[in-house]
């Protein structure tokens, strides 16, 4: 973490690395180790060789080989073929169940040696009385696909992602504004936005509602704001934040308005699946989806300078008039604001976590800004990893589990006050554990001016308790 006194943030930052590029690679879906044949050639030789003759000796290997074959064929409906010791779960279709009937028929009937399970083998009763199930017309679509009734939370299921939308599509709103001087029009700003309260309080991005000179934000000009139903409104602008790129619009209604539900973005994983909704190219109503691809993308990997962000960066499809739109769980849940792209690849695009927006609203309504506070280190998560290696390259360096290392301290800042050294692992602070920089950056929050102690670990385990007054970042660069 850079906590150096931020300098300016370039206009367009540069990302630091070159193109890249995808390569496709195709799977065959046959089966490779497992088939099923009524050739009588190939039927022979499955008793004539011993390996095979061995590999039904076992009737339980048996089952699972046959419940393997099932499962590499096809994907359908759920079986749970369950005996004494072996639980064998199998996803197939139905023309495949009544296949492997069949062919678990003659198997059984042609090979000797599992001719004492022709009665009683639960796999061929499974195929078969699988195969005489009953179709429920009602729980499936037109596509023959079954519907999403026993889908749990987060589950993708077939109607997951078009729920999803629907839950929140009526809260997303476009957003444009006009930049006029002397009655001429300059530029026109659009973007998106979800209400999140039926009040009329909006979300968005800084950037669509508002240019910064200096310290204060200056409005763009008219905000226009346009609900899904095809209201408008006025929007005004009630406070907006240049280093999140985050935004506060509220507009009046004389009915309540639809309201979006905000989730947590703290336990998302990379992989889940999310729902990207906003008006790119002002084409309202427009969704797409994707996965997580990293859950705490750091600035300083986008070669974004200034105060320490993180973001949840997606594949989701952005275009320009996206920003301010929502990024939605599968519960129908905001979890980010999507923010930007990177212009020169697909596939990378980046949203504000949640959960920092929810801090920033609060910021906005007890401060009317946001108050960072500024240390002046440069940090370092530790990691079992990272401290083995460090501890081969110095044998005094302290035995620590985890913390936070500090490899800079910038001259004259508050730390440097307080007593802080390159070195030092920062292992409590303000009386509670740490093992991450943004443990720190929660448990400071807006304190600002007030005294907070910091215990330090420095090489041959010396202990020492530090007092450090932060001070506020200067939120002019």
């Known amino acids: 973490m850079d906590q ?31 088939f099923f044949s009524h050739n009588p050639v190939t039927r022979r030789r499955v008793h004539s060789d011993p390996a095979n003759s061995r590999m039904f000796r076992n009737p339980r290997r048996a089952a699972l080989l046959l419940a393997a074959g099932a499962a590499a064929a096809g994907a359908g409906g759920l079986l749970d073929c369950r005996d004494s010791a072996t639980a064998v779960s199998v996803s197939v279709s139905t023309p495949l169940r009544h296949f492997l009937s069949a062919a678990s028929t003659g198997l059984l009937s042609r090979n000797p040696l599992l001719a004492p399970w022709q009665g009683g083998f639960p796999i061929l009763n499974s195929f078969a009385s699988a195969s005489d199930a009953p179709i429920n017309a ?23 992602i078009a729920n999803a939308a629907a839950a929140v599509g009526p809260a997303v709103v476009n957003i444009s504004c006009m930049h006029e001087i002397h009655g001429w029009a300059l530029e026109k700003s ?8 039926p009040d009329g309080t909006i979300l968005t991005c800084a950037h669509v509602v508002a240019d910064f000179q200096s310290t204060k934000a200056v409005l763009r000009g008219k905000v226009s704001v346009t609900l899904q139903d095809g209201r408008e409104f006025e929007g005004h602008v009630i406070n907006a934040d240049r280093h999140s790129d985050i935004a506060v619009v509220k507009i009046k209604s004389k009915t309540p308005l639809p309201a979006a539900r905000l989730g947590s973005s703290c336990n998302i994983r990379p992989g889940e699946h999310v729902v990207a909704l906003g008006c790119p190219l002002s084409l309202q109503n427009t969704v797409t989806s994707g996965i997580v691809s990293c859950v705490d993308r750091k600035s300083s990997d986008l070669g974004l300078g200034g105060i320490r962000r993180e973001y949840l960066q997606t594949d989701c499809a952005i275009n320009r008039g996206n920003s301010g739109g929502p990024l939605v769980n599968l519960d129908g849940e905001i979890i ?50 990272v401290i083995a290696q460090l501890k081969e390259r110095s044998s005094s360096f302290p035995d620590v ?26 292992v409590e602070f303000d009386g509670k ?39 506020e970042a200067d939120a002019s660069r």
């Open 4 to 34: 150096t006194r931020p300098g300016p943030t370039p206009k367009s930052a540069q990302y630091p690395y070159g193109p890249l590029s995808y390569s496709g690679t195709t799977f065959s879906s046959r089966p490779k180790h497992f």
């Open 138 to 160: 009602s729980n499936q679509g037109s596509g023959g696909i079954s519907d999403d009734s026993r889908c749990g939370r987060g589950c993708l299921g077939r109607d997951s």
């Open 190 to 197: 659009i973007g998106s936005g979800t209400i999140i309260d």
């Open 336 to 385: 980010g604001v999507n923010v930007m792209k990177v212009w020169d690849a697909d596939g990378l695009s980046f949203a504000v976590p949640i959960d920092s927006i929810v801090k920033i609203v609060e910021h906005f309504k007890r401060n009317g800004r946001v108050v960072r506070p500024w240390l002046g280190l440069k940090m370092l998560d530790l990691n079992p990893m």
């Open 401 to 426: 589990r985890k913390g936070v290392l500090v490899p800079m301290v910038t001259p004259g800042c508050p730390a440097e006050r307080a007593g802080f050294a390159p070195g030092d692992v920062v």
């Open 433 to 471: 554990p740490v093992e991450s920089i943004k443990d720190i950056i929660d448990i400071m929050g807006d304190k600002v001016g007030v005294p907070i102690e910091v215990l330090v670990k420095r090489a041959n385990n010396v202990s020492v308790i530090l007092t450090v007054i932060p001070e």
